[in-house]
């Protein structure tokens, strides 16, 4: 399974408190703003922007505050800051590449924050395409695997487009083109499957598996960089032993 959806899985599992929640609305409504600007505020014409808002109502935000993000976007409101996407590489504990997917109002002061986490976290910020190359960026579908037939899902997925399907006890990951998303996603809900959630992502070529203090460190670098108010999202290829989630 890939680092990402492990982690996601970690942090369901770890649950979030409401300062944790603020935080993670704010990002969200960021991205749907960004996503917004970056082509027509219509989520059924803006690929972006449709994925954003089906992130959003998965985590529950308010109508309201999705509804003001486009507005924002949309000269709705005055004095919002611009926000400029940045991307950020580097290595964690045991050699484990991270990606860092950022947007700021200010790339000095958020660079300054992420160099010194991965100091902190004993990991080395790299240089702009030092670990990218170890990653494909692709669409990444979540289906529950509770009460479903794997096999039945790739069968309907692969007819459709995917690339990959990967299922695990608790779900199954299906992997597709960056442009074959969405169809794959009208496809497996049509057919009735719980889809947890549908968004582009960078699914490692393969995996690092350090030992398990190696682990626990790489995890808490994640947490680190993902606690900064100007990152939205960490990639990683760091491999989440069923001893790594028990410690966790």
Partial sequence: MSGHSKWATIKRAKGANDAKRGQLFTKLAREITVAAR????????????????????????????????????????S?????????????????????VHAMTDNRNRTASEVRAAFTRGGGNL????????????????????AD?????????????GAIDVQPDDEIVEVYTEVQDLHK???????????????????KP??????????????IRLIERLEDLDDVQTVYSNLNVTDDVMAQV
């Fill in 79 to 99: 004095g919002e800051s611009n926000y400029d996407e940045i991307q950020y590489e580097g290595y964690a504990a045991g050699g484990v590449a991270l990606i």
């Fill in 205 to 218: 070529k393969t995996m690092m598996e350090p030992g398990t203090d190696e682990a626990l460190k790489v």
């Fill in 38 to 77: 970056s082509g027509l505020p219509d989520p059924e014409a803006n690929v972006r922007l449709r994925l954003a808002i089906q992130k959003a109502r998965a985590e529950n935000m308010p109508k309201d505050n999705i509804e003001r993000a486009i507005e924002r976007a949309t000269g709705g409101s």
């Fill in 148 to 160: 479903t037939d794997s096999d039945e899902i790739a069968l309907v997925a692969i007819d459709n």
């Fill in 126 to 145: 790299g240089e702009t395409g030092s670990v990218a190359w170890m990653f494909d960026q692709v669409g990444q579908i979540i289906i529950q695997a």
């Fill in 184 to 202: 794959v996603q009208e496809a497996l809900a049509e057919a009735g499957y719980t889809i947890e959630s549908a968004e582009l992502t960078m």
